[in-house]
């Protein structure tokens, strides 16, 4: 069971806007930044979301997320069909001592 | 540009060790906190160790503490992973990545991560 709950599959027809939630606790995404992990089938990760809503360079505007308490979300405003793929959100535990991952939710473009 | 590059993956016995290497290159390695984590086949990602820039502190996930050990060579830029006492369930992809800051500054996340290399533990 991962500390971080992710939905395990979200799909979507492409144009259409698909969201991914993550759920924690308070010694992780309550206190701290929540990021955003990508991994595209047979790749390693990479970061797609930083810091609660900051996107590396590179990373299309169509990706946007937030963070509200103990949950945060990950958005994609137009789907498009390479979008699908992992997506993995990732905060520190202070509690744990520890990095934690949601298990990851696979998305699927009809 | 910034690169990682892991090696030392194979197949091993259980009980049985292995080291990791990630070599780095693109950046100051002796100023960022460097990270492994992995992905069992077909499974999600798990951290796994961390160590902080200068190398002052180390952190464990609770399924590898005391049998795996980061260590990282600024003079060679390289990051290790000394993995003893190997079970089935440490099969997994490793992933090296880097950290954007130099450790425990809020807000830093994973910005690079290499290929990974493959571990497979079995009789």
């Known amino acids: 069971q991962s500390v971080l709950t992710q939905p395990p599959s979200v799909s979507g027809t492409p144009g259409q806007r698909v969201s991914i939630s993550c759920s924690g606790g308070g010694s992780n995404i309550g206190s701290n930044s929540v990021h955003w992990y990508q991994q595209l089938p047979g790749t390693a990760p990479k970061p797609l979301i930083y810091?609660?809503?900051q996107r590396p360079s590179g990373v299309p505007d169509r990706f946007s997320a937030f963070k509200s308490g103990i949950s945060a979300s990950l958005a994609i405003s137009v789907l498009q069909s390479e979008d699908e793929a992992d997506y993995y959100c990732a905060a520190w535990d202070g509690a744990l001592n520890n990095w934690v991952f949601g298990g990851g939710t696979k998305l699927t473009a009809l | 540009q910034v690169q990682l590059v892991e090696s030392g993956g194979g197949v091993v016995q259980p009980g049985g060790s292995l080291r990791l290497s990630c070599t780095t290159s693109?950046?100051?390695?002796?100023?960022?906190?460097m990270h492994w984590v992995r992905q069992a086949p077909g499974k999600g990602l798990e951290w796994v160790t961390f160590?902080?820039?200068?190398?002052?502190?180390?952190q464990y996930a609770d399924s590898v503490k005391g049998r795996f050990t980061i260590s990282r060579d600024d003079s060679e830029n390289t990051l290790y992973l000394q993995m003893n006492s190997l079970r089935a369930e440490d099969t997994a992809v490793y992933y090296c990545?880097?950290?954007?800051?130099?450790?425990?500054?809020?807000?830093?996340?994973?910005?690079?991560w290499g290929q990974g290399t493959l571990v497979t533990v079995s009789s």
């Open positions: 990545a880097k950290e954007s800051s130099g450790g425990f500054i809020p807000g830093s996340y994973f910005d690079y």
């Open positions: 810091n609660n809503n």
């Open positions: 160590v902080r820039f200068d190398g002052t502190n180390e």
């Open positions: 693109g950046f100051t390695f002796s100023n960022y906190a």
